[in-house]
């Protein structure tokens, strides 16, 4: 070999290791899931066969979401049996559904559940029945059970090739950063701290127990990234993180999100707990998924799914539901005294007959972010990178996603095998109709490139390792709270009770939490046991 | 004939920089700190070549065969440098840094020698200006080959040592070469010829039983020889021998020496077992090596033994391997064990039955994954299957070396209602280690011990159970999933106090 040969065949090695080709088509197995979308769009065309039959019960729940699930749960639990929960997809769970294979559970959607404040009575009712929480669910400090509070390590931060613990940058964050920071939650402590008139809490969870002081509902006009520059914060790692927080739990940018939601993200949560610190939270290796496994324990029967409610009128004895049983390819009228509708507010002008146009008017002004979220199943873990170790979440700095947080890691299983990777992805950046259109044209192919290329920065052996990488789009996956719309009028409508049809949604919030849609289905149930008792 | 010298130039400059390279990798490779390495490693390389330039001044006759000469040391010293301090290394960590700076200075000064002398050489053929302008062209043509080849292609593919021998071979092929290119010229051809045989000889020799080489250097990083080794799905099996002594290493972590396991396994199980009533159903968690079942089966009362490994392929060589079985006194074959290859934690959630002892005995919490088998979930666990009279005994690092984490076990304990007795024994291939029993009922030590022992005795009692004031007890957190602060205790301790 002479020296030019050597020196070709080196720039020859140097770029097989270099410089590969843009797409990689060793991608592993996988298919792209999502709701049904033919089955609610069927609600546009109104093609149904004819109801073939005529029922009767006490309540009908429409949607086994949190929601519907919650308010069954109160029922049940009230010793009310007379009632059916009919459910759209062949699973109920809405935004916390789960999947299961091999290696793991793993969640859909929903993955973890804050610990619930004072405020948040039902939902600490609810833990208490399902045995998470131990003791008097109205203690200040109650206790968990240890095994579904988040183990440790919780979360970590991936940025310039270094994961630190914890998300608030630390890597090469300034003194004048790291002095944001400080007055950032030192404004944060003073809303967790500030009650407003008749002793409220500023920003309690469920939002409609928080004070209703004009300064505090003036916030909900600006946007969060507004509020910040208002207080002349402007540390690009703090706007990080708190865009992140915005985009995380509410699928929208922060420009686009109200200060009072963004502000409610922070300082809502208060649970102080007797055994962990407060910022803990609950979760299994299904995410919300086993909430909803559990909850339905006790009513699976009355659960009807593959039907969806396709008509709803009121009448003057009761409501006429018309269901569309997707297997049997048929419709039945249920005649119901009264209905809880706990699908997404958007779908309800679609189906009830002689709906207020006012009220019409505030379903349609909800604006959906769209959401993907893809499961990657690994054969071993990656490598261990640089820095703080796998954690439960583990966020990306500067990443268009949200990370990936690991189903295995609830596990208690005490060595190292194989696992699943729940991968977060809110398309935030653009118009919701841009966005969803997006998520549903994109194929599956370049989904799983564009999701395994992100995760080759911090893991360089992650294509060896995932054996099967599944995707699934919500195209409405929950309603925003963009500025001026959680304190409106419009959304105020959608909490009153319309005749014998009562709402219940995290939609009736304005931002899509598990406690808030849990405390809509339960009061929507109390309300139905009020006038059952009459 | 100059286009054939100019080549080995090339040559010449790329093998000076491949043992520079390979010192410098071989150093933050085997020292750490790879900056300071590095630069103290090319600092006295450079240096090296200076003092050969110099010394270059001081050969006036001969200058093809002391060219030849020189290029066979340089290939001598530097093919075998990577072997000679893996070697070194190995064997004796004191000299090491000794051999290697020599070693790098040493082939400095000839490689310095080696450009001077073929510049001399060449003069014949060219004026000064062509001169210097083809052979520093070449010099740096090479050093930019090697130094792309190196990362890229060399250590990755080749590994060190046989980087390193590769380059010698290179240096001796070049001597060769110019001893073919002169043999008109050159007095004493026979003897050069001789010697250039011998060195690319050995070179070449070297190469080839490179591999073993490499595996007799490793074999070093272990005091002694290694007589097994294992990669599971769980973890690398090492085991050693010097003379009658035992080592097994688990992920390089030392498990047992079998001079002084017997103190180990009769602290771990007799003050404990010795105390419990009419013990029947035993439980081992950990202890794939079946040691602590051999004291257990010294109670002949005991009915039962179900001992819990992870990994299959450590209690089949304790079964299989006859050194071991004499060892365990074949105690995994005794008809009253069964073996249980399972994570133990997730065993146990699944398990209903109770225990009259169970022996916790796991690796000590290096990561969050060995934490969890530390935490109150596990210990509320332990504690169902714990009979109401009923002793547990868990292995609880060094109170000395990790007092933090010694006491946190203990908090742990007890957090979950446990009544604990601490205590602790000198191994001396550990050095003090710490064990824990953990019961329903209050524990008393045994007044008698009935089994035949050569540690533990009643005598030793108030040893055992005392603690002198640099391991008294001090106040920790509880070990909780999610806190895992044990594992952070531990973290702290080894990295600081290790002795």
């Keep these: 070999m002479n020296r030019r040969d050597f020196l070709l065949s080196l720039a020859a090695s140097a770029c097989l290791s270099g410089c590969q080709p843009a797409a990689n088509p060793l991608l592993p197995a996988g298919s792209m899931l999502g709701p049904s979308m033919e089955r609610g769009h069927r609600l546009r065309g109104r093609d149904f066969p004819a109801p073939s039959e005529t029922r009767k019960t006490g309540v009908a729940i429409v949607g086994g979401g949190i929601a519907g699930l919650s308010a069954a749960w109160k029922l049940n ?58 003791g008097d669910p109205y203690a200040e400090s109650p206790s968990y059970d240890e095994r579904f509070l988040c183990f440790a390590p919780q979360e970590r931060l991936y940025r310039h090739g270094l994961w630190q613990e ?8 300034t003194r004048r950063d790291q002095e944001q920071y400080r007055r950032f939650f030192t404004l944060l402590d003073q809303f967790r701290q500030r009650h407003g008139a008749r002793g409220l809490r500023a920003f309690s969870i469920p939002a409609a127990r928080s004070a209703r002081d004009s300064d505090l509902v003036a916030l909900d006009r600006i946007s969060m990234r507004h509020f910040l520059q208002q207080q002349k914060l402007d540390s690009p790692l703090l706007h990080w993180y708190v865009n992140y927080g915005c985009r995380d739990d509410y699928g929208s940018d922060y420009a686009a999100v109200s200060a009072w939601a963004g502000l409610h993200y922070f300082a809502s949560r208060d649970g102080r707990v007797g055994n962990v610190d407060s910022d803990q939270v609950l979760t299994w290796p299904e995410g919300n998924g086993w909430l909803v496994k559990e909850m339905q324990k006790g009513f699976s029967e009355r659960i009807v799914s593959g039907a969806l409610a396709q008509r709803m009128a009121e009448t003057r004895s009761h409501v006429e539901l018309d269901v569309y049983m997707q297997r049997e390819n048929r419709s039945v009228r249920w005649q119901a005294d009264r209905v809880i509708f706990a699908a997404p507010m958007f779908v309800l002008p679609h189906i009830f007959e002689g709906l207020d146009e006012k009220l019409k008017q505030a379903c349609q002004q909800i604006r959906y972010a769209p959401w993907l979220v893809a499961n990657l199943t690994l054969n071993s873990l990656p490598e261990p990178g640089h820095g ?40 935030s950046g653009e118009p919701e109709k841009v966005a969803r259109q997006r998520l549903f044209d994109t194929p599956w192919q370049n989904w799983s490139e564009s999701i395994l290329r992100e995760l080759s920065r911090p893991h360089p052996d992650i294509r060896d390792k995932v054996t099967q990488l599944d995707i699934f789009r919500w195209g409405h996956a929950m309603s925003k709270p963009v500025p001026g719309w959680i304190w409106s009028a419009e959304r105020e409508r959608l909490t009153v009770p319309h005749g014998r049809v009562y709402l219940a949604h995290s939609d009736l919030s304005g931002f899509s939490i598990f406690e808030e849609a849990n405390y809509w289905g339960v009061k929507a149930a109390e309300h139905v046991l009020k006038k059952a008792t009459v | 004939m100059s286009i054939a010298l100019l080549f080995s130039v090339f040559v010449v400059a790329s093998c000076g920089l491949a043992y520079e390279l390979v010192a410098g990798a071989l150093s933050s490779y085997l020292l750490g700190d790879s900056v300071t390495q590095f630069s103290t490693i090319i600092g006295t390389y450079l240096f090296a070549m200076g003092i050969g330039s110099y010394l270059s001044r001081f050969i006036v006759k001969g200058l093809v065969a002391r060219f030849i000469q020189v290029e066979l040391l340089v290939g001598l010293a530097g093919g075998f440098s990577a072997a000679l301090l893996f070697v070194i290394f190995a064997w004796v960590a004191g000299p090491f840094k000794l051999v290697l700076y020599g070693l790098v200075l040493l082939t400095g000064i000839l490689v310095g020698l080696e450009i001077p002398l073929v510049m001399r050489i060449l003069k014949q053929h060219y004026g000064l200006k062509d001169l210097v302008s083809q052979v520093l062209t070449f010099d740096y043509l090479g050093a930019l080959a ?78 002694d020889e290694i007589i097994y080794t294992e990669t599971t799905p769980y973890q690398r099996i090492v085991m050693t021998r010097w003379k009658d002594d035992i080592r097994l290493f688990l992920n390089g972590n030392l498990q047992f020496s079998s001079r002084d396991e017997y103190r180990y396994h009769e602290a771990l199980v007799h003050p404990a077992l010795q105390a419990v009533r009419h013990p029947r159903r035993v439980l081992v968690l950990g202890g794939g090596d079946g040691l602590a079942v ?43 064990v069964s073996i249980v290859n399972d994570d133990a934690f997730q065993w146990l959630d699944r398990s209903h039955d109770f225990y009259d002892f169970i022996v916790v005995d796991f690796p000590d919490p290096t990561n969050y994954m060995l934490g969890k088998l530390y935490t109150n979930t596990f210990y509320r666990l332990l ?67 009935g089994a035949s022992l050569r540690f533990v005795s009643a005598g030793l009692n108030p040893v055992l159970f005392q603690f002198p004031l640099d391991m008294a007890p001090v106040e920790t957190e509880i070990n909780r999933l999610n806190n895992q602060a044990l594992v952070h205790y531990y973290e702290s301790e080894w990295k600081h106090q290790a002795p």
């Design chain 2, 146 to 223: 090697v130094s792309l080849a190196f990362p890229l292609l060399l250590a990755p593919h080749l590994g060190l040592i046989r980087t390193s021998l590769l380059f010698g071979l290179m240096n001796a092929l070049v001597a060769a070469w110019a001893l073919w290119l002169f043999r008109t010229q050159l007095a004493g051809l026979k003897a050069l010829s001789v010697q250039c045989f011998l060195v690319s000889a050995l070179l070449l020799g070297g190469l080839l039983g490179a591999d073993r080489l490499t595996s007799l250097a490793e074999e070093n990083l272990y005091a």
């Design chain 1, 388 to 427: 703080a170790p796998l954690s439960w979440d583990n966020v990306l700095y500067g990443s268009p996603a949200l990370g990936y947080v690991n189903a295995t890691h609830q596990n208690l299983r005490s060595h190292e095998g194989p696992a699943v990777l729940t991968y977060y992805w809110a398309l």
């Design chain 1, 77 to 134: 639990k009230s010793g009310f049996g007379d009632f059916q929960l009919f459910e759209l997809e062949d699973a109920a769970g809405g935004n916390a559904r789960s999947g299961k294979n091999a290696v793991s559970a793993y969640p859909w959607g929903a993955h973890y559940l804050p610990l619930p404040g004072v405020e948040a009575r039902e939902t600490r009712e609810l833990l208490a029945d399902l045995g998470v929480l131990q």
């Design chain 2, 294 to 336: 051999r004291e257990i089966l010294k109670y002949p009362g005991v009915e039962r033994i179900t001992l819990v490994d992870l990994d299959p392929n450590m209690t089949a060589l304790f079964k299989r391997l006859p050194m071991l079985r004499a060892l365990n006194q074949d105690a995994l074959h005794s008809p009253k």
């Design chain 2, 383 to 449: 504690e169902k299957h714990l009979s109401q009279h009923g002793l547990a005994v868990i292995q609880a690092t060094s109170p000395l070396y990790a007092r933090k984490s010694y006491w946190c076990i203990d908090q742990t304990l007890r957090s979950v209602g446990l009544k604990t007795a601490p205590y602790h024994a000198l191994v001396p291939s550990f050095g003090e280690w710490g064990y824990i029993i953990a019961s329903h009922q209050p524990y008393t030590p045994p007044e008698r011990y």
């Design chain 1, 166 to 173: 914890g998300m608030l940058p630390q890597i090469g964050a």
